[in-house]
């Protein structure tokens, strides 16, 4: 499959723990963030989302944090498995009524056996 | 399967040319969204439509232009390629403007 993002910044666990990745994101305005996962050669998949009048939100095995003082997103995963293995892109929209969503970099989660 | 149906999957051509990126939202998705990811780049918002209108607009070139069919289906044509154009384009497709979008698989675009 092709490979998104050559050099992204990595994140290794082992299988097993837990891992948290982490976004800056860039406008204090926005008010709704998604985190995406993409494996190799597919399309990115929704994970989980917050707004902004929320802090915490949890799914299944992933949390996601959100910390309007300092513009900060994270998402946990919880006793990651090698199907986390992925690029992890966070997203904020700048627009109330549309989604015209502004993507982070993302990050390589490498799951280690 | 998101449910998003991008055609072609791969598409090869000369710099120049004019090409047609064709996207079928999920079945009662009213939006479609259209994103460009490049190797070393991330995701960038190119345009997205509700219901046959224009709705947002993002880093789209002047080259590019983007519609929605009354059946809902939607086309990104790519005019006078260069091979900085070479990416993997995504649509996305959701039922309402703010809510989350499921993607298609992308159209791989090589322009040589």
């Known amino acids: 499959g092709e490979s998104v993002g050559l050099h992204l910044p990595t994140l290794s666990v082992q299988e097993g723990d837990n891992s948290i990745i982490n976004c800056a994101y860039s406008?204090?305005?926005?008010?709704?963030f998604i985190w995406y996962k993409q494996e190799s050669g597919k399309g990115p998949q929704f994970i989980i989302d917050?707004?902004?009048?929320?802090d915490k939100r949890q799914g299944q095995r992933v949390t996601v944090l959100l910390n309007k003082t300092v513009k900060h997103l994270s998402l946990q995963i919880a006793a990651t498995q090698p199907g986390d293995s992925a690029v992890y892109f966070c997203?904020?929209?700048?627009?109330?009524?549309?989604?015209?969503?502004?993507f982070g970099p993302g990050t390589r989660l490498s799951v280690l056996p | 399967d998101s449910g998003v149906t991008q055609t072609p999957k791969h598409l090869i051509t000369a710099t120049g040319q004019r090409v047609t990126l064709r996207c079928s939202p999920r079945?009662?998705?009213?939006?479609v969204y259209w994103y460009q990811q490049s190797l070393d780049q991330g995701l960038q918002f190119l345009i997205q439509?509700?219901?046959?209108?224009?709705?947002a607009k993002g880093n789209i070139l002047e080259r590019f232009s983007a519609q929605q069919f009354p059946d809902l289906h939607s086309e990104l044509n790519l005019s006078s390629l260069e091979l900085g154009d070479s990416a993997l384009y995504f649509c996305?497709?959701?039922?309402?403007?703010?809510?989350?979008?499921?993607f298609g698989q992308g159209t791989r675009l090589t322009v040589v």
């Open positions: 996305a497709s959701s039922v309402g403007p703010d809510r989350d979008a499921f």
């Open positions: 406008n204090s305005a926005s008010d709704y």
């Open positions: 917050i707004r902004s009048n929320m």
């Open positions: 997203a904020e929209t700048l627009d109330n009524y549309g989604q015209n969503f502004v």
């Open positions: 079945s009662g998705d009213l939006s």
């Open positions: 439509y509700y219901n046959g209108e224009e709705r």
